[in-house]
């Protein structure tokens, strides 16, 4: 999925680029994120930035979300704790991310594919820093294999439908509505 191809067709890990998800505080970290750009800090580009008014608004779904879809690692940042624009956010957030990072790590999410920072917005060398840092991290863990949302064929339905229930003829009526 987030693979590079090499030029016989072979997938290749040493071409692999992975494809981070990155939450940013919009009062500070997208702060420190715009600084490390006007400043042409160099950071890799394999981060795609979400901005968001609070870290204490990430919802565990959110995460959850872009790893179903395809991401290979997730990277939260926010203000320093007690920094927080709305007083308390960050206080959230932490607690939200350590329960998050441990139900992760139980069902098999590799604990360097999720990471959280503090950056203030007049911390860009910090922001640069941190990408680097997060952007090698997964990258030595390779592509992510759980959570990944698989096109389902007919088969792999009537399989899905019948497992949960092996009465179940539903599966059997879809594919029959599907054929008429």
């Given at each position: 999925m987030?693979?590079?191809?090499?030029?016989?067709?072979?997938?290749?890990?040493?071409?692999?680029?992975?494809?981070?998800?990155?939450?940013?505080?919009?009062w500070c970290t997208y702060g420190?994120?715009?600084?490390?750009?006007?400043?042409?800090?160099?950071?890799?580009p394999n981060i795609r930035v979400v901005r968001i008014p609070c870290s204490g608004r990430v919802s565990p779904k959110m995460i959850l979300s872009a790893f179903h879809n395809g991401a290979d690692g997730i990277w939260?940042?926010?203000?320093h704790p007690g920094d927080c624009h709305y007083?308390?956010?960050?206080?959230y957030a932490r607690?939200?991310?350590m329960l998050l990072k441990n139900f992760l790590e139980y069902n098999g999410i590799e604990p360097g594919r999720i990471h959280f920072s503090w950056i203030s917005s007049a911390e860009g060398?910090?922001?640069?820093?941190?990408?680097?840092?997060?952007v090698e991290?997964?990258?030595?863990?390779?592509?992510?294999?759980?959570?990944i949302k698989k096109e389902l064929d007919d088969n792999n339905l009537c399989?899905?439908?019948?497992?949960?229930n092996p009465d179940n003829n539903l599966a059997k009526n879809i594919l029959e509505e599907q054929a008429a």
């Open positions: 987030s693979e590079l191809k090499s030029t016989d067709g072979v997938e290749s890990p040493s071409c692999f680029e992975p494809k981070i998800i990155t939450i940013l505080c919009n420190a994120a715009d600084l490390a750009g006007v400043s042409r800090f160099q950071y890799p939260i940042s926010g203000c007083i308390t956010g960050n206080y607690r939200k991310f060398v910090k922001f640069a820093e941190v990408a680097r840092d997060v991290s997964v990258r030595k863990l390779g592509p992510a294999k759980y959570f399989n899905c439908l019948n497992k949960s």
